[in-house]
Structure formats: structure tokens, C-alpha cells
């Protein structure tokens, strides 16, 4: 996990040894190569997302604003299919990637293994028969951005399916005060 996470900061180093600001152009262009590299690694576009680090919407979006970047995607797409890599095919190290940056990053088990193209059954296996890939899913798994709990109430709370909405509401009397203000005075023996 070390390794993918400091591929972004050796980016950074290098542009800072550049003494130019990177643009967001220079980053849309990077970003667009890194799709392509996945596309031709045989991986689906929401996979290459993922691997570029980009919401799949903005991979959309350039895809239907810059005609040569799509037309670029179709060819990588054939390079792949052309030696036999085939989005959800035989798995390879480009979907164990994906699908160990999609844990980091949050995503529940089921959705990073879809969005690699595991099928669950085939990845328990890998992970099984492979102890190193155990540890890798495993650091993935700490990476994840811990999300804050806070607590909501009952009320606020949306129903589960079936449940009914309650009928009578309970309120808990609470006093307040300090024990000295009690209503009810002491009688003197």
C-alpha cells in the first residue's frame, strides 16, 4: 500500500523539481494517460477510474467532451482484448490493484471487488492460496478512512423495510436542579 500511495507523492516531487505550478491541465492530461494504461491492461472504464483516481462521472464527461481521448480508450481497449484481457477475465495484478486502491479508499469488499471484476468466490480464493495478497487486502483495509460515528437518534433513523412507524411517542421526565432545590423539604425531628 506504501508503494501506490507514493507513487502520487514522487508525482508531486517531481513537478516541485520542475518550479512549475502544476496546472490543471498537466493533471487532466496525467490522469487521462493513467486511464488509458489501466484500458490496456484489460480493465473496464469504471476500473480505470479507479486506478487513475478519478470519480467514473468525470471519466464520462471526457469521454463525451474530448473525441480523441475516447478514440484513444477504444484502441487501448482492443490492444487488450487483442492479447486476451478482457474486463472480469482472467484475473490479473491490474484487478488485485484496483481492487486493493478501491479498499483504501473506502469502498465495502463488494463494491471493490465488482469495480476490479472479481468474482467474490475467485478473490476468497486468491486470498486464501496467497498469504501475501491476505496481508495486502489486509493494509488496505487499515487505510480506509476511518468515517466519525455519531450517534442519531431513534427517531431520525430511517425506518427498516416492514417496520412501522410508531404510533404513541415516549418522553422521559428528567429534574433538574441540584438535590438542595428538591420540593419537598426535610421535617425537623
Do not use: C
Request: proline content about 9%; aromatic content about 6%.
Amino acid at each position: 500500500m506504501a508503494w501506490l500511495n507514493a507513487r502520487d507523492e514522487m508525482e508531486r516531487a517531481l513537478e516541485d523539481a520542475l518550479g512549475d505550478v502544476p496546472s490543471a491541465r498537466h493533471e487532466t492530461l496525467a490522469r487521462m494517460a493513467e486511464v488509458l494504461q489501466a484500458t490496456a491492461h484489460g480493465l473496464g472504464p469504471e476500473a480505470a477510474a479507479v486506478w487513475a483516481g478519478i470519480p467514473n462521472r468525470v471519466l464520462q464527461n471526457w469521454l463525451a467532451a474530448d473525441p480523441a481521448f475516447a478514440s484513444a480508450l477504444r484502441s487501448a481497449a482492443a490492444l487488450a482484448s487483442q492479447h486476451g484481457l478482457e474486463p472480469g477475465g482472467t484475473p490479473t495484478p491490474a484487478m488485485i490493484r484496483v481492487a486493493t486502491v478501491a479498499l483504501s479508499r473506502g469502498a465495502t469488499w463488494v463494491e471493490a471487488l465488482a469495480v476490479s471484476g472479481f468474482a467474490q468466490r475467485r478473490f476468497r480464493r486468491l486470498t486464501k492460496d496467497s498469504p501475501t495478497l491476505a496481508a495486502l487486502v489486509e493494509a488496505a483495509r487499515r487505510a480506509r478512512p476511518r468515517i466519525s460515528k455519531v450517534f442519531v437518534p431513534a427517531t431520525y433513523r430511517p425506518r427498516r423495510p416492514g417496520q412501522k412507524r410508531p404510533t404513541e411517542r415516549v418522553f422521559r421526565l428528567v429534574q433538574r436542579g441540584t438535590p438542595s432545590t428538591s420540593p419537598v423539604a426535610p421535617q425537623p425531628d
